[in-house]
């Protein structure tokens, strides 16, 4: 509750009450059913949000606007956002997006939508890396008619990479694309821009993580430009196998932050 004021008043809604005391004090809880818990708030909370809503779409309106320079730019290695520029025209509307990455995936979020509850899963505030092979396993194997993308940084793909032999050996089509810039984004500029230098925080430039899907059995496939991007990720969506799609990117841009962590 430390990011809201110190007079603000919290009311917790769960399913059950905790084991232990909430950290901060709430002035009231709402334990029990949720859906009939939230269906009694709503009737008593007024509706006529017009103008917040506006304030909001505008907020929204000049943020996408400041954005179009990133989502069109031509660089190689390539622009985190022009990556996912090529990727959305091909995601379906219920597509399930998995994100097991730092900065690669805080990019993802800021551009690529979700329509349908349940089609966004993150690796969470505290990182976690590692857990976008599970997810998207799990997210496929429930939902096998919708496509499941899984959005990977080359370091998130180090804590467990060989997972795609699971998700080969079971036939699970899922597409992945890998943010390759050969550092530990999230590590590495915080760093430069707190203490002007940065410790243990690169990876090997180019690996080939491609190559590790195609030697399991998957469909692989590196790419360094914009024109490239596109039909590799067609070629992944139809090729009907785990799908690695490895796109080289710039590690000079770094993603804008308002606070050192977030």
């Known amino acids: 509750g430390g990011v809201f004021g110190a007079n603000t008043q919290l009311i917790v809604a769960d399913r059950c009450e905790p084991d232990r005391e909430h950290p901060r004090a709430v002035a009231a809880g709402l334990y029990g059913d949720l859906p009939a818990t939230l269906t009694a708030l709503a009737s008593a909370v007024p509706n006529h949000h017009e ?38 025209p091909l995601l379906d509307h219920d597509a399930i997006i998995v994100i097991d990455a730092g900065d690669f995936g805080s990019y993802a979020g800021r551009v690529i939508d979700s329509y349908t509850p349940g089609s966004w ?25 919708r ?10 793909f180090g804590f467990s990479g060989m997972e795609w032999d699971t998700l080969v050996r079971h036939g699970v089509h899922v597409v992945s694309v890998v943010g390759n810039n050969g550092i530990w984004g999230l590590e590495k500029h915080p760093m430069e821009m707190v203490y002007g230098y940065s410790v243990v925080a690169d990876l090997r430039p180019g690996t080939r993580y491609d190559d590790v899907v195609r030697a399991l059995g998957g469909h692989g496939e590196l790419v360094s430009t914009p024109a490239e991007l596109q039909p590799a990720l ?9 799908a690695v799609v490895n796109a080289l990117t710039d590690p000079g841009v770094a993603y804008p932050r308002r606070s050192n962590l977030a």
């Not at 505030?125 to 092979?133: D, K, Q, R, W």
């Not at 496509?147 to 998130?156: E, F, H, I, K, T």
């Open 234 to 242: 067609r070629r992944a969506f139809d090729s009907g196998l785990p």
């Open 51 to 88: 103008e917040w809503i506006g304030a909001l779409r505008t907020v929204e309106t000049e943020a996408r606007a400041a954005e179009v320079a990133e989502l069109a730019d031509d660089r190689t290695p390539l622009h985190p956002m022009r990556v996912y520029a090529e990727l959305m």
């Open 147 to 156: 496509q499941v993308v899984l959005l990977q940084g080359d370091g998130a």
């Open 121 to 145: 899963l993150d690796s969470g505030p505290f990182g976690c890396l590692g857990s976008g092979p599970g997810y998207a396993l799990a997210a496929k194997l429930a939902r096998p008619d």
